[in-house]
């Protein structure tokens, strides 16, 4: 037997030692050394063990955290190389998970045993979600699917604001024309979904809101601070009525009613709510200017006057512009006593020699 020579030794030991090496790497990480050349490689075939404590904590309107326990490599041995975290809003199983919504960033695992946990945004509020993961390793051996966590995110509970402002004006013997300020889906911040407008007869309350007709087409909301028209047809010709609205947001939240509008009948000048009132009580005049002339709106106890008679209690006095105004005037006075129980009162309103008048006000004790 030929011996090699010393200076032939070293590299061969170096090459020899290299080849082993390469085995090791190429076999993954499952690797068992026979001797010092010869390696046999098993195939790693061992997936990560499934995660059995996932849960669902810290929900806001529009996300949940989600927390587990790493398990490892091989079983709950080493550290695995990859989640997969899923979603839904209805049970998951291995039969649907495919078509599940994944989650978007998640962490890298860490070692068999640490504490995980991810945030998962872009969810609608108050809604139930389920979740669930798998873990793989570098070998892409999966575990099974997790246990199934459920949760469920905040819901919102900031309605609209309650419109203020809303504006009754007719524009035809059957149509008025109705503006106010949009508000927004929280108060008076971002846009709400939608708007329940309402007429009557009479003013309208929370009382008797079902009583009350609803107006068709109303229009989607508009950005909280932009104005709202809405035309409103086939109302009872020169009749007077009166508008409210409320609004909700996409929960739906719904606002407080809103002011109730007074809209005068389009050939109608001069109206006083409500028809009966006791001292103390707070009474409406609704009028309409349609000169660009000085107008005095005035009340008596007496039928028998002019306009310009000096002996009315003024309540307006001035030029004003075309349009309705409401003006509320607390009749009862108790320094002056200057009301007749039991009385009828007359309201009028003049410019000219114009008169319009409305009767039919009551005060009671």
Known sequence: MTVPSRRWFVPICILSIGLIAILFVSCGEEQSPKGPDLVECVADTIPPALVTDLSLKSPTLNSLVAVWTATGDDGMKGTASLYDIRYSTSPITEENWESLTRVEGEPSPGRSGQLENVRVGGLEPG?????????????????????????????????PSNVTDLVATAIGESSFTLAWTAPGDDGMTGTASQYDMR????????????????????????????????????LEPETNYFFALKTSDDVPNWSGLSNAAPGLGYNAFLWVYPDVIHKGDTINIVYRVTV?????????????????????????????????FSLVYDFYDTVTRDYYPATRYYFSLCWGSEHKMKTDVWLRE
Do not use: H
């Open 292 to 324: 660009e002339e000085p107008v005095i709106l005035s009340f008596t106890a007496n039928y028998l006057y002019e306009c310009g008679d000096r002996t009315l209690r003024t309540l307006v006095e001035g030029t004003y512009p075309t349009g309705i």
């Open 199 to 234: 007429y009557s007869t009479w003013p309208i309350t929370e009382q008797d809101w079902g009583l009350a007709a609803r107006v068709e087409g109303e229009p989607p909301p508009k950005p909280a601070g932009r104005l709202e028209v809405l035309t409103v047809d086939g």
């Open 127 to 159: 809604t139930s979600y389920f979740f669930s993961l798998k873990t793989s390793d570098e070998m892409s051996n999966e575990s099974g699917l997790s246990n199934v966590a459920t949760g469920a995110t905040l819901q919102e509970s900031s309605p």
